[in-house]
């Protein structure tokens, strides 16, 4: 029973017997906030159930990224000692060849 239903019914008719229907009033709005509460407990575990299923996908989610970031960053770096080293050997293949080269005006 909604509020309204109960002062209309207070309002309406006050010559009835009052007691009986007062007291059916009152168990009526008694169950109906009963069912609001079942309902509101209702809701509101799915809401937590719902918010722990997010955050565990959510943590789930971080270490997938940071899996994927470790590996970029192992990749970049292989590719970076990769490139050092070539710029290395090309260097001292270079000051090989100009070291051959002094050596042959010089003999």
């Known amino acids: 029973m909604s509020f309204r239903r109960f002062s209309e019914h207070f309002i309406s008719d006050p010559t009835q017997d009052s007691q009986v229907n007062t007291l059916s009033v009152i168990q009526e709005l008694l169950e109906s906030v009963r069912e609001l509460q079942e309902e509101n407990n209702r809701l509101a575990n799915s809401w937590m159930r719902e918010k722990k299923e997010h955050e ?30 070539a ?12 070291m051959e080269e002094l050596q042959s005006h010089l003999s």
């Open 56 to 85: 565990k996908h959510l943590v789930q989610l971080e270490h997938e990224v940071d899996s994927q970031v470790k590996e970029v960053e192992h990749r970049v770096k292989q590719k970076a000692k990769q490139e050092v080293e």
């Open 87 to 98: 710029e290395r050997r090309s260097m001292r293949d270079l000051m090989k060849g100009e």
